[in-house]
């Protein structure tokens, strides 16, 4: 599992470059990366979750709104990795 979701994570990198332009590669901003941090928490909500039972967002468990806390805390991380990986490679 968290091979497979590290490699989505490699494939929404791709999908960042593509989207902000190779310029952004050039001089990175924090602000697509964080977009796109915050969008593909939605995945997790509304793909995942379902796809595992726990319903959208986690709403079937006991402790949804500390899960999706956690998962924007981790996708903002995420973000972070994009942007500083932008900046080592510029």
């Known amino acids: 599992g968290w091979f497979f979701h590290y490699l989505?994570?490699?494939a929404y990198g791709i999908i960042l470059v593509v989207v902000a332009g190779s310029a952004w590669l050039?001089?990175?901003t924090f602000l697509p990366a964080f977009i796109l941090?915050?969008?593909t928490v939605g995945a997790g909500w509304f793909l995942?979750?379902?796809?595992?039972?726990?319903g959208w967002a986690a709403s079937k468990r006991p402790n949804p709104m500390q899960i999706r806390a956690l998962n924007l805390v981790s996708h903002t991380v995420f973000a972070l990795g994009l942007y500083g990986t932008a900046l080592l490679i510029r």
């Open 8 to 10: 989505v994570g490699i």
């Open 26 to 28: 050039s001089a990175p």
């Open 37 to 39: 941090g915050m969008v």
């Open 48 to 54: 995942l979750a379902p796809g595992m039972g726990a």
